[in-house]
């Protein structure tokens, strides 16, 4: 059975934030890059465009989260705790999240991105041309790297896909060059 087909089944064919029956869709949730049933939830077209930032954040349709939050499936109480985060300022949320609980991997895992901080606070990563980077992004090398730890060279004009993004260091990002697992400094990367 598919990772689509398990969601929808364990979600009943309803939208696992809103339950919404309408335009579902596997969600992979950041910063994973792995789609498996531990880190996907079954969204619906509205709380995606959400979610994503193609559309306007409404708090009303977000009041579904005094439901899904207690959920028994990790990725939809992490999404849940989310997106209370990014309405924090329009009060009701901050009560959900006082009740809302999740064990300390969970707790970790749901502050990979940094909804809980402030603006000021976010660690934001940018490519030489000032170009937000994101989990998932592709970059390409605009000058020739050695890679440490072997005698490999990265050319300039290599691809690198599926970035990660360092949570601690602005400058530090993940990627395969080749088969090797590295980590390239944004100074030397540009989005595609």
């Not at 041309?129 to 020739?144: A, F, Q, R, S």
């Not at 949570?167 to 080749?178: A, F, Q, S």
Request: a negative charge; glycine letters at 4%.
């Amino acid at each position: 059975m598919s990772v689509l087909q398990t969601l929808q089944e364990r979600s009943n064919n309803t939208c696992e934030l809103c339950t919404s029956t309408e335009d579902l869709k596997q969600y992979t949730i950041p910063p994973s890059l792995n789609e498996n049933v531990a880190n996907d939830v079954l969204v619906c077209k509205t709380c995606m465009d959400q979610i994503n930032g193609d559309a306007d954040m409404d708090a009303n349709h977000w009041r579904c989260l005094n439901d899904s939050m207690w959920s028994e499936h990790v990725a939809v109480q992490i999404m849940a705790w989310r997106m209370l985060q990014r309405l924090r300022n329009e009060g009701w949320p901050k009560d959900l999240l006082d009740m809302m609980y999740l064990d300390d991997e969970a707790m970790a895992l749901a502050k990979e991105t940094g909804e809980h901080k402030d603006e000021s606070e976010k660690i934001i990563h940018r490519d030489i041309n000032g170009v937000i980077l994101e989990n998932g992004d592709n970059v390409v090398l605009v000058k020739d790297l050695k890679v440490k730890g072997s005698s490999m060279v990265a050319k300039q004009g290599t691809a690198v896909r599926n970035i990660r993004l360092d949570r601690d260091n602005d400058k530090y990002i993940e990627g395969k060059v080749g088969a090797t697992l590295t980590v390239i400094i944004t100074d030397f990367v540009k989005k595609l």
